[in-house]
């Protein structure tokens, strides 16, 4: 299974007027990274950075001056997300930029059954909260005291950690799946409860018969009230 763990940094909330500034994305195979990455800052065509995103993701208009546009990297970002999930904390927030962006430039949008919300997965799994990126770090242990702001390629490489814990950590990968069975994994990455596996040729029996015929004694003695009778069938 490939996975793409995302985020974006914006100019401000409205993905009507405002454009994304950067997009940072890592890739996982089975849930395990695989050190690849795709990280881009992108200039905003005009759109100002608002004061309110400057102060959580720092990313100032000098800055994204001299950056490639969208519609300069569109490409090469669908490129690396082709045949994978997308992954993103709230990721309504993110698709609906990525939609917008995608359809200025008259391109499909991306469908919603290959987007999976790890804050949808992290309220269902902690119903209690708080389900932050920094609030679900904490909870399992993960070191994110270099993330003084927010950076798209840094918090998808959290959020990738963050994933891989809530969907049963990284010996997750390592389990046994019966021959033929899909990937082991459900439509939001939990891991999917298998079927035993079956010999395909039963091993001997290690009862004698004496003792099957002693046993069968023993029964007959007790009566229909043994428990036996209930435990094999009888």
Partial sequence: MRDIIFDTETTGMDNKEDR????GAVELIDHFPTGKTFHVYINADGQPVHPEALRVHGISDEFLADKPKFSAIADEMLAFFEGARWIAHNATFDMGFIN???ARLGKPSISDDIVVDTLALARRKHPMGPNNLDALCKRYA???AHRTKHGALLDAE???EVYIEMSGGRQAALRLVNKG???GYDADGN???LAPLVRPRPLASRIHPEEVEAHQKMLEEIGEKALWHKVSGQ
């Avoid at 994304?20 to 997009?23: A, D, P, R, S, V």
């Fill in 20 to 23: 994304i500034i950067e997009i």
């Fill in 100 to 102: 917008a962006e995608l």
């Fill in 142 to 144: 993960i070191d994110n």
């Fill in 158 to 160: 959290l959020l990738a």
């Fill in 181 to 183: 069975d899909d990937d």
């Fill in 191 to 193: 891991i999917r409860k």
